[in-house]
Every structure is written in C-alpha cells, then in structure tokens.
Nanobody
Framework: QGQLVESGGGLVQPGGSLRLSCATS????????MGWYRQAPGKQRELVAT???????SYADSVKGRFTISRDNAKNTVYLQMYALKPEDTAVYYC?????????WGQGTQVTVSS
C-alpha cells in the first residue's frame, strides 16, 4: 500500500513561488509514475506534471516554463517547484503515484495565489 503526504501549500502573492513536497512510503518510489494534479473550485481536476520511473517529465501547457517536478531518491520525496504564480494557479494540489491500474492519492494541499 502506497502512502503519499503533501506539504508546502499556502497563500502567496501573484508572481511569487512555492515548493510543494510529497513524501512517499510503501515501496512505490522509483517504481510508480509520480504526478501532481490540481483542482480549482468548480473545475475539473487537471494533470499538472508527471515524473516517470525512468526519469521522464511532462507538464501541462498552462505551467510549462513556470513549474518544475523533481524527486529526491534518498528521501523518497517528489517536489513541485512553482514560480511566477498566477491567481489561476489557485487550487488544491494532489500528489499521485500511478502504475498500471493502481493509483494512490495524497490528501491534497491548498495553494492560493492572491494579493
């Protein structure tokens, strides 16, 4: 059983930055594709970024050039570094671990971009 715990959300002004962390346990790190999703009020959940077990990354067009997904193998932790934040980035951000038909989700962390 995989477990994911996000942290690092909060309130930030437009143009600011935040780094989200996702601590994993349950022998999933390095095997599963790690990802970050977000869901804003009244909107569908959106895939933001992924990091495959082989090390390939991908990003939604809306965050390319502003967000970076990375991982620390020694800490079994995945990060989402967010720069140049915009009000439309406001959402609950979820960490995921996916392999075949199995997907684990974290509890989510709120990111609010507002002046």
């Amino acid at each position: 059983q995989g477990q994911l715990v996000e942290s690092g959300g909060g309130l930030v002004q437009p143009g600011g930055s935040l780094r989200l962390s996702c601590a994993t346990s349950g022998n999933i790190f390095g095997i599963y594709t790690m990802g970050w999703y977000r869901q804003a009020p009244g909107k569908q959940r959106e895939l933001v970024a992924t990091f495959t077990a082989r090390g390939t990354t991908s990003y939604a067009d809306s965050v390319k050039g502003r967000f970076t997904i990375s991982r620390d193998n020694a800490k079994n932790t995945v990060y989402l570094q967010m720069y140049a934040l915009k009000p439309e980035d406001t959402a609950v951000y979820y960490c995921t671990a996916q392999r075949a038909t199995v997907t684990y989700w974290g509890q989510g962390t709120q990111v609010t971009v507002s002046s």
